[in-house]
């Protein structure tokens, strides 16, 4: 067994990169592409190492030189007109090689596990190609296969259909050929095909002709979760760098993006908080229907939008604003508030940083649980000097919450006091009679009109992607101030759809907010059984547990991620949390959080 190495591109789309050296060079995490290849093929039996340079070759030759000796016989061959063809013409010109030995292929832009070759080697098919299932972060090369792993059609760019993705694996570009295949159809065709289409082409379209054309015995072996990516450009390296990254600073990376996490796909997400049950199907179709037309069109100015906000909710216009998320009204509402603010902490601290920590009055709850009523907050801060209170409702980590009735006692207290009471009720949905607890009525904004209320529609409704949030108050000069801080167009017209429609689905989201209550019930009891967590009671879509004995709070996070790729909130950077040992875990659907607590009893047994 022998193994080519294509290694002659340009790599343009890496930028600075690639100024002065091919992609193989490129470092993830500090140790160069090629290195790392090569050490993994350094651990296989094969009986040499061909690698075909171009673009900054003597630069590659140098940097291996001699490094190897004794482990891998490296061989070189050269396209001197890599800028001018195709990695199609850079494997013809190792066809003498290609035709020696049985051969693993290479693309040399790949970075992937240690498990991934040996899983090639050791199957039985002598012709194989690693796939991996369709995700949307995936470019170039698809296939299909059938129920025996046959690959049945290669499908390039020009031919992918998005109405077929779940059909679709992407070749991870590392194949092993057999030196009969190599031999008797693959070298064959692809002469033919260089001399009829020319040397700018991709080697794939020798497979593609092959598997139309003849019994090419060319398997499909998918990867599963083994970890893979291909680096075109330097978000391919951003994201790459995230995925083989070691514990502690995958954490980082995973935590400094603030979301994204789409881009990878097989991590599980339980810091991610919104509503698993909601939009429906339907409603998604209809978005879809209309992709066209709403990124076509501008979206409407805060008039429309404040005007739909207030159909949504059912409250009247001029006592809404709708914001590019609640942080952007967050942000508006903060930077105008003068004087003391009460805060109660730990909490969701978007609000306090926003403040000075010279104008933060602190409440702390002085019990294991966090919890706290209104009548412990108006005995603190009672002569306090704050003039706004912040209220968290149900509160972020904690899942505290306060009744409606008890709220509505507060803000009258503050009232008396001169005191604006903001109410972020973003979780309030996920509360026990949830249809009771909102403050997003025009009778209970009229009779405090000290009340701020800020509902994120990111959480209970799932659509985060739409950033979507509202203030809401009977202050109008409150709110005529902010609609004038924000942009006229600060939400897109895939946002200020969803919130025309939305209403339509009503009662769907209803019958969704009490299967998560059901869920979260179940999943309570799940979680009570790992004996080194504490879990909180909550009203919200997490829990907070604190974590005892056998491991602190980072190193659960930590191994969590490394062993099973899921990802939980550490609360140990937040306020009044630091050294404590609570994790916060969102609630997703059964089968999520059934996989989150096998994880955890599985570390139990460690």
């Known amino acids: 067994?022998?193994?080519?190495?294509?290694?002659?591109?340009l790599g343009r789309r890496l930028g600075e990169y690639t100024k002065n050296n091919t992609k193989c060079m490129v470092e993830v995490n500090g140790v160069k592409l090629i290195d790392r290849m090569l050490g993994q093929l350094a651990r296989l039996d094969l009986r040499r190492v061909v690698i075909v340079v171009g673009y900054k070759g003597s630069e590659l030759k140098a940097h291996i030189g001699n490094r190897y000796d004794g482990r891998l016989n490296i061989e070189y061959v050269e396209n001197p007109i890599y800028n001018k063809t195709n990695n199609?013409?850079?494997?013809?010109?190792a066809k003498e090689q290609l035709q020696q030995d049985d051969t693993l292929l290479i693309e040399s832009d790949l970075i992937f596990s240690d498990r991934m070759l040996p899983m090639i080697l050791n199957d039985p098919h002598p012709n194989?190609?690693?796939?991996?299932?369709?995700?949307?972060?995936?470019?170039?090369?698809?296939?299909r296969i059938d129920k025996e792993r046959n690959i049945v059609n290669f499908v390039p760019k020009k031919a992918f259909r998005f109405e077929d993705v779940d059909d679709y694996y992407k070749t991870v570009n590392i194949y092993k050929f057999s030196r009969e295949f190599s031999c008797r159809q693959y070298v064959p065709f692809l002469d033919a095909y260089c001399k009829a289409l020319g040397n700018n082409e991709y080697y794939e379209q020798v497979l593609r002709v092959i598997t139309l054309l003849d019994n090419s015995n060319l398997k499909a072996l998918p990867v599963g979760n083994e970890k893979w990516y291909e680096i075109d450009d330097v978000q391919d390296l951003d994201i790459a760098e995230t995925l083989f990254a070691e514990d502690e600073e995958m954490m980082r990376r995973y935590n400094y993006r603030y979301g994204g996490h789409w881009r990878f796909p097989k991590m599980l997400d339980f810091c991610y908080l919104v509503n698993p049950y909601f939009p429906p199907e339907q409603l998604t179709e209809e978005m879809k229907a209309n992709f066209d037309t709403l990124m076509r069109e501008y979206p409407s100015g805060m008039y429309v939008n404040s005007l739909l906000a207030g159909k949504y909710f059912g409250i009247r216009q001029q006592f809404v604003v709708v914001g590019n998320g609640a942080a952007e009204l967050i942000k508006s509402l903060m930077e105008q508030s003068a004087g003391l603010t009460g805060v109660v902490f730990p909490t969701f601290e978007e609000y306090p940083h926003r403040l000075s920590k010279d104008d933060i009055v602190a409440f702390y709850p002085d019990n294991n649980d966090l919890s706290y009523t209104a009548d412990d907050l108006m005995r603190f801060f009672e002569g306090s000097g704050i003039k706004s209170l912040l209220l968290i409702n149900p509160d972020n980590?904690?899942?505290n919450f306060i009744p409606a009735d008890d709220v509505l006692r507060l803000s009258r207290w503050c009232a008396g006091q001169g005191i604006r009471l903001v109410v972020d009720e973003s979780f309030v949905d996920f509360s026990d009679d949830f249809e009771h607890n909102t403050l997003l009525r025009n009778s209970t904004l009229e009779d405090n009109p000290r009340l701020v209320v800020i509902k994120s529609i990111s959480k209970s409704y799932g659509v985060p992607g739409l950033r979507l949030g509202i203030m809401a108050s009977a202050d109008e000069q409150l709110i005529s101030r902010v609609k004038k801080d924000v942009s006229i167009w600060n939400i897109n017209s895939f946002a200020e759809f969803y919130m025309q429609i939305f209403n339509k689905y009503q009662a769907d989201y209803t019958q969704a907010c009490h299967k998560f209550i059901s869920e979260r019930a179940r999943f309570m009891k799940r979680l009570q059984t790992?004996?080194?967590?504490?879990?909180?009671?909550?009203?919200?879509?997490?829990?907070?547990?604190?974590?005892?004995?056998k491991?602190?709070?980072?190193?659960?996070?930590?191994?969590?991620?490394a062993q099973f790729n899921i990802m939980i909130k550490d609360c140990n950077t937040k306020t009044f949390l630091e050294g404590k040992n609570f994790v916060r875990i969102s609630v997703r659907d059964t089968a999520d959080n059934d996989r989150l607590v096998d994880a955890l009893l599985a570390l139990d047994k460690q």
């Open 1 to 9: 067994m022998q193994a080519i190495i294509l290694a002659a591109g």
């Open 88 to 93: 199609i013409y850079s494997l013809s010109l």
């Open 128 to 143: 194989l190609a690693l796939v991996a299932k369709y995700e949307s972060w995936m470019d170039g090369t698809m296939v």
């Open 397 to 399: 980590p904690s899942g």
């Open 530 to 549: 790992v004996s080194y967590m504490r879990v909180l009671p909550s009203q919200a879509n997490y829990f907070c547990c604190e974590v005892l004995g």
């Open 551 to 561: 491991f602190t709070s980072h190193e659960l996070a930590k191994k969590l991620l």
